[in-house]
């Protein structure tokens, strides 16, 4: 690959011989902030030229679940290191959870998180409003205000808890109607999940921890579908973990109701087996699953059941892992190795080609979170938030290259394929050569 | 090489053998006149205790004095451990004292495992106790009283029908008890309530039944796990009474085991809940036993893990025993 020059703001740029969503090699110039042709042997004069060398050309990718920690837990992420890690990752846009400290449940939060995302400059940071006050479940939310702020909220979420209150749930689904939002759903029953410590099953049997029964997802995604079907409203269900799970999706979009759904990388690739290890680095929630649940996510995203891949990227400080389970916080960072494992699960394995990862990573999650200028398609006229990526790049997964403030990453070591090597927002560089610009 | 314990299912049925073997050498030292050997002299044994034991934190301390370890007593109460310190820094403290062996009491599953694996120490953890996944030496010292009384004391326990009673969810004594009898050879069943079997029984080698009065005739011994009343109020069982008059050993069920059969407990026992004052204090019953013999396992463990080459009691070991004495009580190559 070579580069003439340095990409720079705004300029033209001609991507020579990118496979567009894997297609074959064709030219994209960039022009400013938007895309002005896609073809063979477009002219290079003026432009800065990056050899794209047969690598693939995405749309920038869309994260609908993202914790980026602040306000209030600057030591494990911040909004400048958590957009760093997105744009290394390929993303040009993070929905940031409202778990935060204080709670974005109110426009000044949401505001203060959208204009910090928009400072960073490396990806664009759309701020999820929390459903309940306090995430305590009781009391809406000044839902309104925040889609009237300056942040145009339009996903809300107590992401981290449930609303299991079905009376609260079913008002904020009706209520968000009025300005086409969406309540995405933390699916789990709190008094099933009480001292949860990993999935409830054969393993937990043998180490002796809580288990998080699968049906405390699935009873509230069954009480939630039904919900949203009545008031004839949207809920999106976040990080879905198991097989039972994805039959009542499927179920619920038989009926052409209004349900999402959204699978991590990590519930596409790891199970509860890697629990037996007592190390704290697998302790996430939804807890890892079984195998077979593994391969029902898999072929749910492939069939189009779940609509999207969605980091929960969760960053924690070190000391919050250094320690037994029991003590040790739940999550995973995941941004920055969530095309990889993608990659891994889904195309090598023939699940999806790179056209349906992009609808899939980019195109659907902008969709349900109504965000514009973001997962359209690699076309003329289009913004310019595209990802290059190596994807035959081999190499295993090394925390201390991670641009997040934190290092709880399950893949520590493991040999995952592919690369992003040029992520772009809106014709701007935010990497090149697999480095932050 | 393999130099901790933390699970009974890391144990072959040689490994369980050689313990108990060794556990009988040790019990006859408990005869003589003078009970103290100088196997571990110079050693360091760090009783690690984050939960209350008074029982279990006795047994091992006994143990390793009369082996001539140097005996730490590390309790949680009171100590830094209440003003937040984290169990690695509590680790790293230890280690820099020198400790040969730590044994650790837990109330969360896998810590033990984790202060084995995390490279925070490099002595050897033998693991007391931890949450509700394991408590390895109470298995043994089971074992040990069941061979006694049942199989003249050597050998394995092939054949053996024993039955294990009570909150079996919450229990790391009926974990460690299956894996450890079944290792052995005996047949183990299991009778609790449907609410305090655990989701994922099924891939236990053992069977489960909710009967106790199909199951007492069968067995040769039954185990008898204490039941927390507190558990009533989670709604695992309805009340007391009912509890005892279905899970609880009184009189009459005793009466329907056979002759030879014996009565275990690991204690502390609720007299009246799971087992009542006639059965507690009739000669099947082993819980003192089992108190006595628990000494006598944790001072081969004890031995086997830190004790190297050296025979324990002169002459008394075969030499091949000894000299594999390091490996046999093992958990995760995989990380050291």
């Known amino acids: 690959m070579t580069m003439t020059g340095n990409t720079g703001n705004n300029g033209r740029t001609l991507l020579r011989g990118a496979r567009v969503l894997g297609g074959e090699p064709l030219d994209v110039l960039i022009d400013g902030e938007r895309i002005a042709e896609v073809g063979s042997g477009l002219d290079a004069a003026g432009a800065e030229v990056v050899e794209a060398e047969g690598r693939v050309l995405l749309p920038g990718l869309v994260d609908l679940h993202t914790h980026l920690r602040e306000p209030g837990r600057e030591d494990s992420e911040t909004v400048l290191t958590g957009t760093r890690a997105a744009a290394k990752g390929g993303f040009t846009a993070v929905h940031a959870m409202a778990n935060t400290f204080p709670v974005a449940d109110t426009a000044g939060v949401v505001e203060q998180v959208w204009r910090l995302g928009r400072e960073s400059g490396y990806c664009d940071v759309q701020p999820v409003g929390a459903v309940t006050v306090g995430l305590e479940g009781k009391q809406l939310a000044e839902l309104g205000a925040m889609h009237d702020s300056a942040a145009d909220v339009r996903v809300f979420s107590d992401d ?26 933390h699916a789990q029953e709190p008094r099933l999940t009480e001292g949860a410590q990993m999935n409830e099953g054969v393993v937990s049997a043998e180490l002796g921890l809580g288990g ?39 179920w619920a979009k038989s009926k052409g109701w209004q349900v999402t759904a959204e699978v991590t990388p990590h519930h596409l690739l790891l199970t509860d087996e890697l629990v037996r290890s007592y190390d704290p680095v697998y302790k996430v929630n939804p807890p890892l699953r079984t195998e077979a649940d593994v391969r029902a996510l898999r072929e749910a995203l492939a069939d189009g059941t779940i609509d999207c891949v969605a980091t929960d990227h969760a960053p924690h400080p070190h000391e919050d892992k250094d320690c037994e389970w029991g003590a040790a916080a739940m999550g995973m960072v995941g941004l920055e190795t969530a095309l990889s494992v993608v990659q891994h699960t889904m195309v090598e394995t023939g699940l999806l080609d790179w056209a349906g990862v992009a609808e899939r990573m980019s195109g659907r999650p902008a969709a349900i979170g109504r965000l514009e200028g973001q997962g359209r398609p690699v076309a003329a006229g289009e913004p310019a938030n595209l990802v290059l990526l190596d994807p035959d790049y081999r190499g295993s ?36 050569d697999g480095k932050l610009a | 090489m393999k130099r901790h314990l933390i699970s009974a299912a890391d144990l ?70 209440s003003k937040g310190e984290s169990l690695k820094d509590t680790a790293l403290t230890l280690e820099a004292m020198g400790a040969d062996a730590v044994v650790i009491r837990h109330p969360g599953s896998g810590a033990p495992h984790r202060l084995a694996t995390s490279g925070w120490i490099g002595g ?61 050879g005996a047949e183990v069943t299991l009778v609790a309530p449907p609410t305090l079997v655990p989701v994922g029984v099924g891939a236990w080698p053992c069977e489960v039944s909710y009967d ?25 069982f309805p009340t007391e009474r009912e509890y005892s008059r279905r899970y609880g050993l009184d009189g009459q069920r005793m009466a329907r085991m056979p002759e030879h059969a014996v009565v275990m407990h690991p204690g502390p026992m609720n007299r009246g809940m799971e087992i009542t004052a006639e059965v507690a204090d009739s000669p099947r019953c082993t819980a003192v036993e089992q108190v006595a013999n628990g000494v006598s396992i944790r001072m081969a463990v004890l ?34």
């Open chain 1, 160 to 185: 981290g808890k449930c609303v299991d209150d079905a009376v609260i749930m079913r008002r904020a689904l009706e209520y968000v109607k009025a300005f086409d939002g969406v309540v995405a759903q």
């Open chain 1, 212 to 250: 998080w029964p699968a049906v405390a997802e699935e009873s509230i995604i069954a009480r939630d579908v039904l919900l949203a079907a009545h008031v004839g409203s949207r809920v999106h269900i976040c990080h879905l973990s198991t097989a039972g799970s994805v039959e009542l999706v499927r």
């Open chain 1, 397 to 432: 997964v090394d925390s201390a290259c991670f641009a997040s403030r934190s290092r709880n990453t399950p893949y520590q070591g493991r040999d995952l394929p592919g690369r992003v090597t040029h992520t772009w927002l809106r014709g701007r560089a935010t990497v090149v």
């Open chain 2, 12 to 81: 072959t049925r040689d490994d369980a053998v050689l313990i108990l073997d060794t556990a009988e050498e040790m019990a006859r030292v408990a005869d003589r006149p003078i009970k103290k050997l100088p196997t571990l002299r110079g050693r360091t044994v760090v009783n690690l205790f984050f939960e209350d034991s008074t029982r279990t934190r006795i047994s091992f301390e006994a143990a390793a004095k009369r082996l001539s370890a140097d005996v730490i007593n590390f309790s949680a109460k009171g100590s830094s451990v």
């Open chain 2, 124 to 184: 050897s953890v033998v693991n007391a106790g931890d949450g509700t996944h394991e408590h390895p030496t109470q298995a043994l010292l089971d074992a040990f009283t069941i061979r006694r009384r049942l199989s003249g004391g050597e050998g394995d326990l092939a054949g053996r029908r024993i039955t294990i009673v009570g909150d079996v969810l919450h229990s790391r004594v009926a974990r460690s008890n299956v894996y450890l009898l079944s290792t052995l």
């Open chain 2, 212 to 236: 106790l009065d199909s199951v007492v005739a069968k067995s040769d011994a039954v185990m008898m796990l204490r039941v927390q009343r507190e558990r009533m109020n989670a709604a695992f």
């Open chain 2, 303 to 336: 031995y086997l893990l830190l004790g190297g080459a050296e025979p324990a009691v002169s002459g008394s070991l075969p030499p091949e025993a000894a000299s594999s004495a390091p490996g046999t009580a093992a958990r995760t190559e995989e990380n050291e």
